[in-house]
């Protein structure tokens, strides 16, 4: 594959992907958040039937479908890495130095992101246990859920759901090096073979099926698309580099549609995933290319990776305290403004969490480049 073309023609600047990574985790943010803190539509139909519904009420749901899209936007997160994880091999292709920098960029605020889920856990449980199901444990409910917990195989239920792309991404940076530096193009095919043959394997697995299933067979793809992106950037910024107004009105396009399919396929599906990487694909090039860029998206994009870690353990502490304000279990929640409430605390929260374990992170590593 061709790198003289990644390194004349793209333009990282990490500050504006790190905004769109903000994006990205803001949206699964609303996502969790609406689906927790607002009963879905059928069972309100259940309790009122949808010809009383008045008017209001029918806008609300109508309105909610736009945020169905969690999946969608997690394939956004991986699409980026495999665009930013290509410059830093290109610039360095040393593994062991790579394996070292990831590892102390993503797994002191991911340990400290299973403390807060294990903290959380408990105060659920003693102060607001009916806002829990009884199945679910602790992160560190006992040896094996702390074992396989620290090892990026998630355990422990919904305060830590959203852990499931942590394991794909770190095979990904397990596995890249490697092919880096011998046969890229071999790890595109098999990424391209891989996602056809999940259509007839596990056509209804992208969630349930094991971790190397999950990546080889339905995610591999949307990292290799990040690689393809940096290394033909030139050619595809000359394809898809539109006037401001006609990007505008081909993201609104391709996002409405996203959300139709996904209402007609009913749920997860491969269909809706391959629009989301076209749509990342999309945005990473005309972010960079505009140079998109402000207060909003520095504060959220240095954020992102905590606020993604860490929020579904802080709305769960939101549970605790609607509860003590007599509101009912989370998932029969009747009022619309609980839930945006609840995406406003989840990023307030991860404002201190990020200091405690992000943070220091990056200062480590800016610290090592300017040593190097």
């Known amino acids: 594959m061709n790198q003289e073309s990644s390194i004349k023609d793209v333009r990282p600047n990490f500050i504006i992907l790190d905004g769109l990574r903000g994006i990205a985790a803001v949206y699964v943010v609303l ?44 394939i956004f997160f991986f699409v980026l890495s495999g665009f930013s994880i290509t410059h830093s091999l290109t610039k360095n292709k040393k593994i062991l130095p790579f394996y070292l920098r990831r590892i102390i960029r993503l797994y002191p605020p991911y340990l400290l992101s299973l403390i807060w889920a294990a903290l959380i856990y408990w105060t659920v449980k003693h102060f607001a246990p009916n806002q829990i199901d009884v199945s679910e444990r602790s992160v560190f409910n006992n040896w094996v859920y702390f074992v396989r917990n620290i090892f990026y195989l998630n355990t422990g239920g919904l305060m830590t759901a959203q852990f499931w792309s942590l394991s794909l991404e770190v095979i990904f940076y397990m596995l890249i090096p490697y092919f880096f530096t011998r046969s890229l193009g071999f790890y595109i095919v098999i990424s391209v073979i891989g996602y056809i043959a999940g259509w007839f394997i596990q056509p209804e697995g992208m969630i349930s099926s094991s971790i190397p299933g999950m990546f080889f067979l339905h995610y591999n793809l949307f990292f290799a698309i990040g690689i393809l992106l940096y290394n033909y950037y030139g050619r595809i910024k000359r394809l898809l580099l539109f006037r401001k107004l006609v990007f505008v009105s081909i993201i609104t396009v391709l996002f409405f549609a996203m959300v139709i399919v996904r209402f007609k396929l009913g749920g997860d599906n491969k269909v809706t995933l391959l629009m989301s990487s076209f749509f990342a694909i999309l945005m990473i090039v005309h972010f960079l290319e505009n140079q998109v860029s402000n207060s909003v998206l520095l504060f959220l994009g240095k954020m992102s990776y905590t606020i993604y870690i860490t929020h579904l353990a802080s709305l769960c502490l939101f549970f605790v305290i609607l509860d003590k304000m007599g509101f009912p279990f989370h ?35 800016k610290s090592m480049r300017k040593t190097a």
């Not at 309100?44 to 969690?70: C, E, M």
């Not at 969490?353 to 992000?358: D, F």
């Open 331 to 365: 998932l029969n929640i009747s009022e619309f403004y609980v839930w945006p409430i609840g995406v406003l605390f989840c990023l307030v929260i991860a404002i201190p969490l990020y200091y405690i374990g992000e943070y220091p992170t990056k200062k480590i590593l």
């Open 31 to 74: 996502f969790h958040c609406r689906g927790q803190l607002f009963i879905g539509g059928s069972a309100y139909a259940n309790l009122v039937p949808i010809a009383q519904w008045p008017v209001d009420r029918k806008l609300i749901y109508s309105f909610l479908q736009l945020t169905t899209l969690g999946r969608e936007f997690v």
